[in-house]
């Protein structure tokens, strides 16, 4: 978005006085009738600050009455609603402590929304609220008449903690309603300023006229100097008025084309920046899978060897649907289904390879299989988890794989009970991920090509987390966008 060049003050007045430089014989008309304007803006202003002080000091004070009517909802009505379960003269169920729950949300709400000065406070009562609410429910699932009691004596010190914070927003808004009062005297007074300043201007206008016509060329001029160093700063979205000088005017429209035509040359060079870098990572991620198929060649031939006809029909059919999802037609991004079904045939080929040495868990959210993502983000995870973890235990291990929704983002995460990263280890890896800057034999292509695509694609900073103990095994996770 663009913007414009900020007038000076005197600037402001010069125009005000003398709306433009082409109608010069205008000029002694308009100061007649700006000296009249000038005495009446200290009384406008003066209008319009005691209004709006008084209706926000009035805003205070209501907001100070309406904070103070959910004392009384939470210490007795709560409280009371509290003590008749505990002492058995009603049932949970009977009681009115979620009503009064309710009621007290929807007042906090409101006040939230329309308050100010105190909104911290009752943000923090907000989530105060809430876990009051959570100690309410405790008290309906206790079972006993001593875990009743601590329930509520629990109730009992968190209403207390309501009600303390509740004094502290009072108190804001008592110290906002008094500043206003200040804000309201020191406007007045500045009024008052203002109505002296412009009566010696009043007097001296006549004498600095042939000053303020000179000064009238000098103003643009300084604008257009204070623009094209901005230009050089390297703000070019910004654009400069036009001069009302006719000879400066040209000049200010053609500041405006070089701005403009050095934003769209940056802008064009990061997007064609961009689109190399996508064509690097493509390349990157064709380099990850030709070991993947020569070994899978490998243990097709060994199978058939073997005379086990069955598994070279599934391991060939899964190396099929592998292929047909990993290329799908050039395009960058698929459903999580198809992204699900290229992920199961790439586990069913590598547990014919490795047999008892790799198991593997599938968990997939229900919902999610129509929603759109970055094709080949999950694969090289898993990949990465079996030939850097799994294979490197004599005992094998377990890969669990999770996708799950999360308000409106993707979580994937992929667990593996290998050998894990020492601690030095991981931190390279953390490093060379975080700079963009890796070693293939640090952390693989597989690792660096998910990572840089889903911060480039989806555009965002963050792109895979890595957690690891010695022996314990790794879990590689990221969140991104959930686009239908």
């Known amino acids: 978005m663009t913007r414009m060049c900020s007038k000076s003050r005197s600037g402001g007045i010069e125009v005000f006085l003398f709306p433009s430089l082409d109608s010069i014989r205008k000029r002694m008309n308009y100061a007649q009738l700006s000296l009249v304007v000038l005495m009446m803006i200290p009384a406008v202003l003066a209008i319009g600050l005691m209004w709006q002080y008084s209706h926000r000091y009035h805003r205070v004070i209501s907001h100070v009455e309406e904070i103070t009517r959910l004392n009384p909802i939470i210490k007795d009505e709560l409280l009371a609603s509290m003590m008749d379960v505990v002492t058995g003269r009603k049932r949970f169920e009977e009681g009115e402590q979620f009503q009064v729950l309710d009621k007290a949300k929807e007042q906090l709400d409101s006040l939230i929304e329309t308050g100010e000065a105190g909104r911290v406070e009752l943000e923090v009562s907000r989530r105060i609220l809430g876990t009051l609410e959570s100690y309410v429910l405790r008290l309906g699932e206790s079972r006993t008449v001593d875990e009743q009691i601590a329930v509520n004596d629990e109730i009992g010190n968190v209403a207390n903690l309501f009600l303390d914070m509740l004094q502290n927003a009072i108190n804001v808004e008592i110290k906002a309603s008094a500043m206003a009062s200040q804000s309201m005297q020191a406007g007045i007074r500045t009024a008052m300023y203002v109505e002296i300043g412009l009566l010696v201007l009043s007097l001296v206008v006549a004498i600095i006229t042939q000053q303020r016509m000179s000064r009238a060329i000098r103003v643009p001029i300084s604008r257009l100097e204070e623009f094209a160093n901005r230009i050089a700063r390297g703000h070019l979205s910004e654009r400069t008025q036009e001069a009302d000088v006719l000879e400066l005017r040209e000049l200010s429209r053609s500041l405006n084309t070089m701005a403009y035509k050095l934003e769209q040359q940056i802008e064009q060079n990061r997007r064609e920046q961009e689109n190399l870098k996508k064509s690097e990572l493509r390349t ?201």
């Open 284 to 484: 990157l991620q064709a380099q990850i899978t030709p070991h993947f198929l020569y070994n899978t060649l490998d243990a097709i031939v060994w199978l058939a060897e073997n005379g086990q006809s069955s598994q070279v029909i599934e391991i060939t059919n899964a190396l099929s649907n592998f292929y047909r999802i990993s290329l799908n037609n050039g395009k960058d991004w698929v459903s999580i289904s198809e992204e699900w079904e290229h992920l199961q045939g790439y586990l069913t080929i590598q547990k014919i390879r490795y047999r008892d040495i790799l198991r593997y868990e599938l968990e997939l959210d229900e919902g999610l299989g129509e929603q759109k993502m970055l094709k080949l983000l999950i694969q090289p995870l898993v990949e990465n988890a079996i030939y850097h973890g799994i294979k490197n235990r004599r005992s094998g291990g377990q890969v669990r794989i999770s996708a799950q929704k999360q308000v409106d983002r993707l979580l994937v995460t992929v667990t593996d009970t290998g050998v894990g990263i020492e601690e030095s280890e991981l931190q390279k890896i953390r490093q060379a991920l975080h700079s963009g800057k890796t070693d293939a034999g640090l952390t693989g292509y597989g690792l660096f090509s998910v990572d840089q695509r889903i911060k480039l694609y989806y555009n965002q900073e963050t792109g895979l987390q890595i957690n690891s103990s010695p022996g314990s095994g790794t879990t590689v996770s990221f969140s991104v966008p959930l686009w239908a």
